[in-house]
């Protein structure tokens, strides 16, 4: 009987998650999921499915060049970035908006 439910004003279990960069936490839906797969590949993980140690990332450019930039990826992901996995990434980056803009 370990149904420890904090007090508060949340009607509705939302998952959040804490982006690696800014530490802002936000719900799955607003970060994107970076993934280091058994085989020791680095890849985004758009469905949120794969298997393997992932991290969270805001869906802007500015945090992914910041974790890019500081190796906190690789940290986060206790490997190395490959040449080729920072290439995909900054690639997938480059798709994203600047800032996170509005939400919702
Ligand atoms: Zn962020």
Do not use: F
């Not at 945090?63 to 040449?83: F, V």
Request: proline share 7%; net charge positive.
């Amino acid at each position: 009987m370990a149904s420890a439910r904090p007090k508060g004003p949340r009607p509705k279990h939302i998952p959040l998650r804490t982006c690696i960069a800014c530490r802002q936490e936000r719900t799955k839906r607003e970060l994107v999921r970076v993934v280091r797969t058994p085989a020791m590949t680095v890849q985004v993980d758009s469905t949120g499915k794969l298997a393997g140690r992932g991290a969270y990332l805001c869906r802007n450019r500015a945090c992914w060049e910041q974790a890019l930039k500081s190796h906190r990826l690789g940290g986060a992901l206790k490997t190395t970035l490959s040449p080729a996995d920072l290439a995909a990434l900054h690639d997938y980056a480059a798709t994203l908006p600047e800032t996170s803009g509005t939400t919702t």
